[in-house]
């Protein structure tokens, strides 16, 4: 009696707060489906059994242990402690896996050490953070996710995992696939957008590509490691590694499909994520760790904590000491402990006094060496020194470079049809801080890629132009706080027919710990672009940056805007390819322009409110409109594309049936073009309230001129799940519309009936 109550109470509590616990489980697109695919063999996992069954307490727990050996060779004296157990475990050659390795020879030489100290000759798997390309730089994943071609973010993760590969890397910790509405966030540069649905093709696409399955040129695969898993990207108020407190549906719904497409397709690693989610840091959640990635979706790879968390658990305030942190981490399902070196020291004292059963540690390091088998690093410890020079910035990669870099390229404004610009024009004024820069094109993650390697906007436009064609003058820095370059600015603006102003964000603004607080043009960017607008020259604005930018005031102002985010080490040449039309401009948003800071969190996959926004007391602001800069999925072409006929082969659809729907899309200008076609769904009448619009499909088509092309959406029952009040993923019989179109704000409608 008093159990139940008590029980009663707790499911009030968690119903009042929103944190009913939903299940995957039934979800059909999951773990039940995944079967067929499992990477980790019976045949691989016995062999990783039999191993286990003959170590010693302290090498499995050095297994389960990983290092940054990169802190420790840039500053051998740091960290005294933590480098002393490093050298242990190598010298034992019980270590499991380290990262930051400077290169193949020194990974071939610490692998030797660590397989002839070790008494069973057991490998260690070296990682790195393979993030956007390799040395072989590609733009950033935001910037990547904007082309909306899966098939390019495949090849662009194989061509990173093969140049890493080839430097003696095992492990990239990638794809980075965590969803946020939060464009302060610094990391929202690593990340693939907002929709849930986009993330989760990329996601499934990364992982396929990154794992190099099928690359059998040194006999050796890649592991990938998803992350940050999870709720990284919902951190409140968009400050790094701030609480996350969100419902289980937000985050079954919208956090957590990337990570099942990316288990689904084979991953062999996740990585746990810094932050608390709902009171539990990840790392020690066993909600998110074992419930739902092992017992719902199967995950049967590793998961391995990030940098030094399992010591942040004692920072959080939920261990009051590290061995209890430990014990927390293990209980949870946290496989692998980067760099705290906390399972080493306390793992076996918690065995020997019964706080931690030793099938956990036995579970744990079996996952271990069954990816270290799965990967041929028995066999093939080795890298071959010679792989590299063949490998790294191979022509393939730089053209892929290239091309990345140009599809990720959106185009935000182009009035009077100013761009494509003539290759002929008299003159053209190249200004601003990142038009000669080729730093900062590199983007926030790129620790292996070098400026050098950079083709800067400048040399980009000199490719197309003659030097007599240009003027050339910085204006300003970027965080500048000073006008006097301006006058030179000016004047090259004022003798020319057009100017180029190339402003945005250094790469500090972006990524991890760089959060902000405005989304403005930094330092006197605004104030240059400004000065150049009232010269009456045309302006052509491209910006470079890591995120989405509060830049309603440039809108206003500019004759075009390119968006240009930091594209790696093509970037100049693939930006200039767009300003003069030898390629039109392609890339589509994947994340909400915001018009202001105050406007977020703004995504399109909201829900009506009882009183969407209007008049009087309805869901608005009074002192700005509650539409955003620029939506999801939006973005221009040199063409115009007209959208026709939807059709839908039947307007009742059982659970059974597919349904499908074709729409014409004709384009109407003059130049051929790719667009983006987007499909959205919406249940009507739900059980639970549902998002206006979810992203089901989309299909990137390149027309040309006068040229009109049927395409088709095939829908299912799956795509129409929601998680309704019955916790579990299901199609609710009802009215459904659905709408096909160039982005999330305008497109052709239709409505149909799932029927039971
Ligand atoms: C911390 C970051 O959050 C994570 O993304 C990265 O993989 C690790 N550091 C290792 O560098």
């Not at 017992?295 to 990030?306: H, L, N």
């Not at 993650?445 to 390697?453: F, S, Y």
């Not at 240009?470 to 006008?483: H, T």
Request: hydrophobic content about 40%; proline content about 5%; glycine content about 10%.
């Amino acid at each position: 009696m008093v159990t139940s109550l008590y029980l009663q109470a707790v499911l009030q509590m968690r119903q009042a707060k929103g944190q009913q616990r939903y299940s995957d489980a039934k979800f059909s697109g999951g773990v039940r489906q995944l079967s067929g695919k499992h990477w980790i063999t019976p045949e691989i996992r016995n062999k990783a059994k039999a191993l286990v069954a003959q170590m010693t307490l302290e090498e499995k727990v050095g297994q389960m242990s990983q290092f940054d050996w990169g802190f420790h060779a840039i500053n051998p004296d740091a960290g005294g402690e933590i480098n002393n157990l490093m050298r242990l475990l190598i010298d034992r050659g019980w270590v499991g896996s380290l990262f930051n390795l400077s290169g193949a020879e020194e990974a071939n030489e610490l692998q030797r050490k660590v397989i002839e100290n070790s008494r069973l000759r057991i490998p260690m798997i070296t990682g790195r953070d393979v993030i956007h390309g390799y040395r072989s730089v590609f733009p950033i994943p935001l910037a990547m996710s904007s082309s909306w071609n899966p098939g390019l973010i495949e090849q662009t993760a194989a061509a990173a995992s093969r140049e890493a590969a080839s430097d003696g890397i095992h492990w990239v910790f990638a794809p980075m696939i965590d969803i946020t509405r939060d464009p302060r966030w610094g990391r929202i540069a690593e990340s693939m957008g907002e929709d849930p649905y986009l993330g989760g093709v990329m996601a499934d696409a990364w992982v396929r590509g990154a794992q190099l399955d099928r690359w059998s040129d040194d006999r050796r695969s890649v592991a990938g490691c998803p992350k940050h898993y999870a709720g990284y990207g919902f951190a409140e108020a968009g400050r790094d590694y701030n609480t996350v407190d969100v419902s289980d549906r937000v985050l079954r719904e919208v956090i957590l499909p990337p990570f099942r497409r990316a288990v689904e397709a084979g991953a062999l690693g996740i990585m746990a994520s810094f932050n608390e989610l709902n009171g539990i840091p990840a790392c020690a959640n066993k909600y998110l760790l074992t419930t739902i990635l092992r017992e719902e979706w199967g995950f049967e790879g590793i998961v391995v904590s990030d940098y030094n968390a399992l010591a942040e658990l004692l920072v959080h305030g939920i261990a009051k000491d590290p061995k209890e942190a430990a014990e927390l981490a293990i209980k949870a399902g946290t496989d692998m402990d980067m760099h705290s070196g906390f399972y080493f020291r306390y793992l076996p004292e918690l065995v020997a006094e019964g706080r931690v059963d030793e099938r956990l540690v036995d579970q744990a390091v079996e996952r271990i060496l069954a990816v270290k088998f799965k990967l041929g690093l028995f066999d093939n410890p080795y890298v071959d020194l010679s792989l590299k020079s063949r490998v790294i910035l191979s022509e393939e990669h730089v053209g892929l470079a290239r091309q990345a870099a140009r599809e990720s390229i959106v185009l935000l404004k182009n009035e009077n049809g100013i761009l494509p610009l003539s290759k002929n024009i008299r003159k053209l004024a190249l200004i601003g801080p990142m038009m000669k820069n080729r730093r900062d094109p590199l983007g926030c993650w790129a620790p292996d890629g070098k400026e050098d390697d950079v083709v800067s906007l400048y040399d980009g436009i000199l490719a197309k132009l003659s030097a007599d064609q240009v003027l050339y003058a910085e204006g300003c820095g970027i965080l500048d706080r000073s006008r006097e370059k301006f006058d030179e600015a000016l004047k090259a603006v004022e003798q020319a027919d057009a100017a180029v102003i190339a402003v945005g964000e250094s790469i500090e603004l972006s990524g991890e710990g760089n959060s902000r607080a405005e989304l403005d043009l930094p330092g006197e960017q605004r104030a240059l672009v400004e000065a150049a607008v009232r010269t009456g020259k045309p302006v052509i604005v491209v910006l470079m940056s890591g995120r989405p930018l509060a830049v309603g005031w440039l809108d206003e102002q500019a004759a075009a805007i390119l968006h240009a985010w930091h594209l790696g080490i093509q970037s100049g040449r693939a930006i200039a390819d767009v300003l003069f039309g030898d390629n039109g401009p392609s890339g589509r948003l994947t994340v909400t322009f915001p018009r202001s800071v105050g406007q977020i969190p703004i995504y399109y996959y909201r829900k009506n409110t009882g009183r969407p926004p209007g008049g009087n007391y309805t869901s608005r602001y009074v002192d700005m409109p509650t539409k955003p800069l620029y939506p999801f999925g939006y973005g221009l072409s040199y063409t115009t594309f007209a959208y026709r006929n939807l059709k839908l082969d039947r307007t009742g659809m059982r659970l059974s049936d597919a349904l499908t729907a074709t729409v014409e899309v004709t384009n109407t200008g003059s130049v051929a073009g790719e667009e983006v076609v987007q499909l959205y769904v919406r249940d009507v009448a739900a059980s639970v309230t549902q998002p206006l619009k979810r992203l089901k499909g989309f299909a990137k088509i390149r027309l040309e001129p006068g040229e009109t092309k049927a395409v088709s959406f095939r829908i299912t029952a799956d795509d129409l799940a929601i998680i309704g009040a019955s916790g579990e993923w299901a199609a609710e019989p009802g009215a459904f519309r659905l709408m096909i179109g160039p982005n999330s704000e305008e497109g052709l409608e239709a409505d149909f009936i799932l029927e039971e």
